[in-house]
T-cell receptor, first 113, second 108 residues
């Protein structure tokens, strides 16, 4: 089975801290995605990557950056965490092309205090 | 108006009932996902379909491309089916657009 592993299920950070959320997939997928999920707003795309060292802004990139140095790993970085970044963060991956399905991670629930 | 609309937003039913969740979309798509999210957050892809019908156990998904509509059916529903079900369409090469989700509760 394809696995998408997110390093933490629950995380509590202080305002202003730099936060790293890690995502690793083990099926050689080209595409990787970071979403956040908030009540009433559904899932929203933060950033995605089509290949190593490639990144594209999604719908809500402000306050975030990403890093993809290796094909299997896609990191989401909160440069200076703020309380409005308290959310559920979900990573997903897929092969390139519209015919392939997505595999999601288990999510990281981040609380910024 | 959202590009992907699901109905109902919330659904409560008794164990054994036949469940239908609907998804309508207003954009061109290459495929559609039905996703399941249990409390705790992890999302599982149930189906990806671009035409016709797929079945897996008690779950059935259909799509009508001309009418821009898909349905997810659950037969003989069970309390363990309680979850949020999310419809997501794939636009273009790879962009996923999500519905708001349907919260399903099956009571014993």
């Amino acid at each position: 089975d394809v696995k998408v592993t997110q390093s933490s299920r629950y995380l509590v950070k202080r305002t202003g801290e730099k936060v790293f959320l890690e995502c690793v997939q083990d099926m050689d997928h080209e595409n990787m995605f970071w979403y956040r999920q908030d009540p009433g707003l559904g899932l929203r795309l933060i950033y995605f990557s089509y290949d190593v060292k490639m990144k594209e802004k999604g719908d809500i990139p402000e306050g975030y950056s990403v890093s993809r140095e290796k094909k299997e790993r896609f990191s989401l970085i909160l440069e200076s965490a703020s309380t409005n970044q308290t959310s559920m963060y979900l990573c997903a991956s897929s092969f390139a092309g519209p015919s392939y399905g997505y595999t999601f991670g288990s999510g990281t629930r981040l609380t910024v205090v | 108006k959202n590009e992907v609309e699901q109905s109902p937003q919330n659904l409560t039913a008794q164990e054994g009932e036949f469940i239908t969740i609907n998804c309508s979309y207003s954009v061109g798509i290459s495929a559609l996902h039905w996703l399941q999210q249990h409390p705790g957050g992890g999302i599982v892809s149930l189906f990806m379909l671009s035409s016709g019908k797929k079945k897996h156990g008690r779950l059935i998904a259909t799509i009508n491309i001309q009418e821009k509509h898909s349905s997810l059916h659950i037969t003989a529903s069970h309390p363990r089916d309680s979850a949020v079900y999310i419809c997501a369409v794939i636009q273009g090469a790879q962009k996923l657009v999500f519905g708001q989700g349907t919260r399903l509760t099956i009571n014993p």
